[in-house]
C-alpha cells in the first residue's frame, strides 16, 4: 500500500492515513498504519531487526486524515506530553444530518463500553470529560459541513457529540442513520503540534476530496 508523506525527519514522520486503515493491528489481522510505516522506514533506511515506531495519537478505523509518528522514543515522549497537556491541535471536518447552528461548543462526559467498543454520554461522576466546537462552514441538502476543532480525544468523542445533538455524521454506521456502504464523513483535516527536538511549531493540512 502506497504511503502519503507530508513531513518526515529523524524525529517524526507526519503522514495521511486512508480511510478505513486501522492504526494499530487487532485480532482481524488486517493491515494497519504501524506496520506499513515500520516497513517503509526499513527499507528505505535498510534497517535490520525491529524498526522503532511511537504512536502518539489514534484515528478510529473509518476515519482519514493526519498523523505524526514518532521515529525515536524523546519524540514520542514529548510529544505523548503535549498531547497530555492539550498542546496538539487537532481539527476535524465533517458532513452532518441536518442544518447545525454556526457555531457551538459541546461538553460532555463519555463512558466507553469495552465489550461493545462504543461510548455513551453519562454523568460527571463516572465519564471522562470530553469538549468539542465546532463552526459551520455552509449548509447543503438539509446537511452541514462542519469545522471541528477538538479539545480532549476521547473515544468515539466528536461521532458521539454529535449524534447526541440530533446532527449524526453523515456515512457513520455506528453511531449515525445511514444504511451500510456510505463511507464515514469525518476527516482529520489539520495537526499542529510543536516539534519535539526542534522547538518549532509545525501545521499540517490534507482536505477531503468530498470537502472541496
Do not use: C
Not at 515506531?53 to 503535549?82: I, W, Y
Not at 467498543?117 to 462552514?137: P, Q, V
Amino acid at each position: 500500500m502506497s504511503l502519503k508523506i507530508l513531513y518526515e525527519d529523524n524525529h517524526i514522520i507526519v503522514v495521511v492515513k486512508e480511510e478505513n486503515l486501522l492504526v494499530q493491528a487487532d485480532n482481524s489481522k488486517d493491515l494497519d498504519m504501524l506496520t506499513i510505516i515500520k516497513s517503509y522506514l526499513k527499507k528505505k533506511y535498510n534497517k535490520p531487526g525491529n524498526v522503532y515506531l511511537g504512536l502518539v495519537h489514534r484515528l478510529d478505523r473509518p476515519v482519514g486524515g493526519v498523523m505524526v509518528f514518532a521515529k525515536t522514543s524523546k519524540a514520542a515522549s514529548r510529544l505523548s506530553e503535549q498531547m497530555r497537556s492539550n498542546k496538539i491541535t487537532k481539527k476535524y471536518i465533517a458532513v452532518v444530518h441536518g442544518k447545525t447552528k454556526k457555531h457551538d461548543r459541546l461538553v460532555n462526559y463519555l463512558i466507553k463500553d469495552k465489550n461493545t467498543n462504543t461510548s455513551k454520554i453519562t454523568t460527571e461522576e463516572n465519564g471522562k470529560l470530553a469538549i468539542l466546537e465546532y463552526d459551520l462552514i455552509k449548509h447543503f441538502n438539509n446537511m452541514s459541513l462542519l469545522d471541528i476543532n477538538l479539545k480532549t480525544g476521547r473515544s468515539h468523542q466528536i461521532r458521539v457529540q454529535l449524534s447526541n445533538i440530533n446532527h449524526p455524521i453523515y456515512g457513520d454506521q455506528r453511531y449515525g442513520i445511514d444504511k451500510l456502504g456510505i463511507q464515514i464523513h469525518l476527516w482529520a483535516y489539520e495537526l499542529s503540534f510543536v516539534h519535539p527536538v526542534k522547538k518549532e511549531f509545525m501545521k499540517f493540512k490534507h482536505i477531503p476530496i468530498w470537502a472541496k
